[in-house]
């Protein structure tokens, strides 16, 4: 993540704005943040927009047809893996009601994909 863009997603958040009714992205837009992050509102390193970008390439077939591909090249980012799952903290802002909302999204993420979530209590930034 470079520097401009965590000043700009801090100052979102330090801001206090309320959002009612807006999706992210939307939020993203209207703080003009969403074309630095990749499909509107996921923030990637330059290694990764890199991956991304190739494995696109790879993925599109002859006929225009995109053929099924893995996530992520585990050979050439085995660092990535999340073995104890994707870690998640809520601000001390957060509604119960939303918390709540996010932990029954996450089990059926769970359930219907290969990713694991983690709830990380201690909001201790992990970066990958």
């Known amino acids: 993540m470079t ?13 206090g704005e309320t959002h009612s009714g807006l999706s992210v992205i939307e939020v993203n837009k209207k703080h003009n943040v969403h074309h630095l992050l990749y499909q509107g509102d996921i923030v990637v390193s330059r290694e990764h927009a890199e991956q991304i970008a190739s494995g696109r390439k790879i993925a599109d077939g002859v006929d225009g047809r995109r053929s099924k591909r893995q996530a992520m090249n585990w050979n050439a980012w085995p660092s990535v893996l999340w073995v104890e799952g994707v870690s998640y903290y809520f601000d001390s802002s957060i509604p119960e009601q939303t918390k709540n909302a996010f932990r029954d999204a996450a089990k059926q993420w769970e359930s219907h994909t290969c990713i694991n979530f983690t709830e990380n209590s201690s909001g201790e930034v992990y970066h990958i």
Do not use: E
């Open 3 to 15: 520097p401009i863009l965590l000043a700009i997603l801090l100052s979102v958040l330090v801001n």
